[in-house]
């Protein structure tokens, strides 16, 4: 499953690289996200330090809607399709892969989202540590439960629609545990994010496992 | 030697429709088989059914040696598919979509710059962009990870779509040498004056089933023993 997954988590970054969509729709995208939350918000310094967070967690989440897309559109023709189900990759290694390329470009939007809010609202991380696993926790289960609902989208007519309908509210407690994570990891005290780290580090190992199991049978519905 | 695909009354159905309606066929091993038929005939059904991506729902249907209706997956593993969409990504080179479909499949890449030599795919070409590839070329670089991968049943729906003179020559070529090597084709055309005399029968198919078989053109000097060196993984 390793193999499979390294393999085609190569393969969907090497296109992403090349096609560039990551890098000229979903960063702009997630940026003017971030942009236009503070404009409904006001000017006032001290409202828009307070809703950072919850900003910040707001464009990862609209972007990992399109990350996701992204990821299956590449397989989106019936020939590529059949290609992977011909392949000989094993279903979890494709699920693994399509979710740590997927992770990996939400990991580095994050970093430009991050420097996005020090520039618009003077926002920093004082307890880096718990920022940074907070972020990693959140993005391993916001791609493994992209993936999964992707591929229950991947094969319907619908699927541009119906994939933000089937995301959003399933990742809402990644928005709400990654919001106070932040919050507590720029404003403190630590003790006040570590109840939400814990809630993210079982919504990632709920969905990966999850992933590992019913991708097989999901790939074969779509 | 069992057969390379053993079916008796297989029916298959797309959606709510029968796309197979009760087929009897048989493959051995280094048979060239060539299917022919109106649109709708089943022809890519079959295919579709042999490749393990259309499930049997009744009837006696083994590829390969493996139950298709039980393991589905090890028939995969173990048969090669030109269907008529490609399985090119656009934003890979022509070397790279073949290593990846060497590679996918558990195998060695050092049969690719073999392959690619063998369909013409050189120099420049190599390193392009299949996105950027003509109907023809993308064509071959499909057929190149066929070649590459060795798959012990190769399954055509129509290969000679998009093919200039000097490919479809090459193509019999192949066919001939894969047959030789051991490995079972089966492929359907809607054009049989390029498909029948690659063949050793030509089934005719009509409404989801096999009617009629007739006996293919290819030279019986072609027909050599089965040196046994396909993939079989």
């Given at each position: 499953m390793w193999r499979d997954a390294v393999l085609v988590a190569g393969k969907d970054l090497r296109i992403e690289a090349r096609s560039r969509v990551a890098l000229w729709q979903i960063l702009p995208f997630a940026a003017l996200s971030l942009v236009l939350f503070a404009f409904a918000l006001g000017p006032g310094p001290r409202v828009l330090r307070q809703a950072a967070p919850g900003l910040f967690w707001l464009a990862v989440l609209f972007s990992t809607v399109l990350a996701t897309q992204r990821s299956f559109a590449i397989e989106s023709g019936e020939g590529t399709r059949d290609g992977l189900r011909l392949s000989g990759i094993d279903p979890a290694g494709v699920f693994m892969g399509k979710a740590a390329a997927v992770a990996v470009q939400l990991a580095l939007l994050q970093v430009v989202l991050y420097a996005g809010m020090i520039l618009l609202f003077g926002v920093h991380v004082r307890v880096v540590w718990l920022a940074v696993v907070a972020s990693l926790l959140a993005t391993v289960g916001l791609a493994a439960a992209g993936v999964i609902y992707g591929a229950l989208s991947a094969g319907l007519r619908v699927r541009e629609t119906l994939l933000p309908l089937l995301v959003l509210p399933v990742v809402a407690p990644v928005l709400l545990a990654g919001s106070r994570a932040w919050a507590a990891a720029i404003t403190g005290p630590v003790s006040a994010g570590l109840p939400w780290l814990r809630i993210l580090g079982a919504f990632a190992v709920v969905y990966v496992v999850l992933g590992v199991v019913l991708y097989g049978p999901l790939q074969e519905a779509a | 030697m069992a057969p390379a695909v053993h079916l008796r009354t297989a029916v298959a159905l797309a959606g709510r429709f029968p796309a197979l309606a009760g087929v009897d066929l048989s493959v051995d091993p280094g048979d060239v088989v060539v299917l022919v038929g109106p649109n709708g005939a089943g022809k890519t059904s079959l295919l579709r059914v042999c490749a393990g991506l259309l499930a049997v729902t009744s009837g006696q249907a083994e590829v390969l040696g493996c139950d298709l209706r039980t393991d589905r997956a090890a028939v995969r593993r173990r048969v090669g598919l030109l269907g008529h969409a490609d399985p090119l990504y656009d934003e890979l080179t022509a070397a790279e979509n073949v290593r990846f479909a060497v590679r996918s499949a558990g195998?060695?890449?050092?049969t690719v710059d073999g392959a690619l030599d063998r369909l013409g795919l050189v120099g420049r070409l190599r390193r392009t962009?299949?996105?950027?590839?003509?109907a023809g070329q993308r064509r071959r670089v499909a057929l190149a990870a066929l070649v590459a991968r060795r798959p012990a049943l190769w399954l055509l729906d129509e290969p000679h779509a998009g093919l200039d003179a000097g490919a479809r020559d090459l193509l019999a070529a192949l066919v001939a040498e894969t047959a030789a090597a051991g490995a079972a084709v089966v492929l359907s055309s809607h054009e049989p004056h390029l498909a029948v005399p690659m063949a050793d029968r030509v089934v005719v198919m009509s409404g989801g089933r096999v009617g009629e078989e007739r006996p293919g053109g290819r030279a019986p000097a072609l027909r050599a023993v089965p040196r046994g060196d396909a993939h079989v993984a």
């Amino acid at each position: 499953m390793w193999r499979d997954a390294v393999l085609v988590a190569g393969k969907d970054l090497r296109i992403e690289a090349r096609s560039r969509v990551a890098l000229w729709q979903i960063l702009p995208f997630a940026a003017l996200s971030l942009v236009l939350f503070a404009f409904a918000l006001g000017p006032g310094p001290r409202v828009l330090r307070q809703a950072a967070p919850g900003l910040f967690w707001l464009a990862v989440l609209f972007s990992t809607v399109l990350a996701t897309q992204r990821s299956f559109a590449i397989e989106s023709g019936e020939g590529t399709r059949d290609g992977l189900r011909l392949s000989g990759i094993d279903p979890a290694g494709v699920f693994m892969g399509k979710a740590a390329a997927v992770a990996v470009q939400l990991a580095l939007l994050q970093v430009v989202l991050y420097a996005g809010m020090i520039l618009l609202f003077g926002v920093h991380v004082r307890v880096v540590w718990l920022a940074v696993v907070a972020s990693l926790l959140a993005t391993v289960g916001l791609a493994a439960a992209g993936v999964i609902y992707g591929a229950l989208s991947a094969g319907l007519r619908v699927r541009e629609t119906l994939l933000p309908l089937l995301v959003l509210p399933v990742v809402a407690p990644v928005l709400l545990a990654g919001s106070r994570a932040w919050a507590a990891a720029i404003t403190g005290p630590v003790s006040a994010g570590l109840p939400w780290l814990r809630i993210l580090g079982a919504f990632a190992v709920v969905y990966v496992v999850l992933g590992v199991v019913l991708y097989g049978p999901l790939q074969e519905a779509a | 030697m069992a057969p390379a695909v053993h079916l008796r009354t297989a029916v298959a159905l797309a959606g709510r429709f029968p796309a197979l309606a009760g087929v009897d066929l048989s493959v051995d091993p280094g048979d060239v088989v060539v299917l022919v038929g109106p649109n709708g005939a089943g022809k890519t059904s079959l295919l579709r059914v042999c490749a393990g991506l259309l499930a049997v729902t009744s009837g006696q249907a083994e590829v390969l040696g493996c139950d298709l209706r039980t393991d589905r997956a090890a028939v995969r593993r173990r048969v090669g598919l030109l269907g008529h969409a490609d399985p090119l990504y656009d934003e890979l080179t022509a070397a790279e979509n073949v290593r990846f479909a060497v590679r996918s499949a558990g195998l060695p890449a050092d049969t690719v710059d073999g392959a690619l030599d063998r369909l013409g795919l050189v120099g420049r070409l190599r390193r392009t962009p299949a996105g950027r590839l003509s109907a023809g070329q993308r064509r071959r670089v499909a057929l190149a990870a066929l070649v590459a991968r060795r798959p012990a049943l190769w399954l055509l729906d129509e290969p000679h779509a998009g093919l200039d003179a000097g490919a479809r020559d090459l193509l019999a070529a192949l066919v001939a040498e894969t047959a030789a090597a051991g490995a079972a084709v089966v492929l359907s055309s809607h054009e049989p004056h390029l498909a029948v005399p690659m063949a050793d029968r030509v089934v005719v198919m009509s409404g989801g089933r096999v009617g009629e078989e007739r006996p293919g053109g290819r030279a019986p000097a072609l027909r050599a023993v089965p040196r046994g060196d396909a993939h079989v993984a």
